[in-house]
């Protein structure tokens, strides 16, 4: 049974030159060689550190890709032995920053983790709480803003990352701190 998820169904219809061809000295890609496998190459230490802080046991692969309709996303392999394929849009790729990048990838992995853990429950809602076990909701916040900008559209944060934190008056800590004398 294949599996895919990704986080928007939308075509991105340009190719990996792009990518060689826009990358600055300031995105996550620069490398002395801009080469598609060494940005392959960082991209997936990224995932094996991600792997680690999320707790995640199989082997995954990334690859960039001229064209992901959904932008990023991670297949589920055909046979256990087999690892998971992180594909990513190449284009995509090149409009995200270091941690735009790494809210992507955790997003994806939180997929994976879903997958090993309960298969049945996939929601982009669960993916991303597992993914804010390692990156800040703002960021996968700029990942979603810059998805439903190439896609045309506009989503619903709150279906996609839970409700807000409730934020705490700077006086409710003042408040039971004077009860408690």
């Given at each position: ?49 991600l ?60 997929h ?26 703002a ?43």
């Amino acid at each position: 049974m294949r599996f895919r998820c990704g986080l928007l169904r939308n075509s991105a219809l340009l190719t990996l030159a792009l990518l060689t061809s826009s990358l600055t000295p300031t995105t996550f890609a620069a490398e002395p060689t801009n080469t598609p496998k060494a940005i392959e190459g960082r991209l997936q230490s990224l995932v094996g550190d991600l792997k680690k802080r999320l707790e995640i046991a199989p082997a995954i692969v990334v690859t960039i890709v001229p064209t992901n309709a959904l932008m990023m996303s991670v297949e589920a392999p055909e046979e256990p032995a087999k690892p998971f394929v992180l594909s990513i849009d190449a284009s995509f790729l090149g409009t995200l920053t270091d941690e735009e990048i790494e809210a992507a990838i955790a997003h994806e992995l939180g997929h994976v983790w879903i997958f090993t853990h309960h298969p049945y429950l996939q929601t982009e809602e669960l993916a991303n709480q597992i993914a804010m076990r390692a990156v800040s909701r703002a960021s996968l916040e700029r990942v979603y803003a810059k998805v439903w900008e190439r896609g045309g559209t506009k989503g619903d944060l709150a279906r996609f990352l839970g409700a807000p934190p409730a934020a705490q008056p700077a006086t409710a800590g003042l408040a039971s701190d004077t009860a408690a004398h």
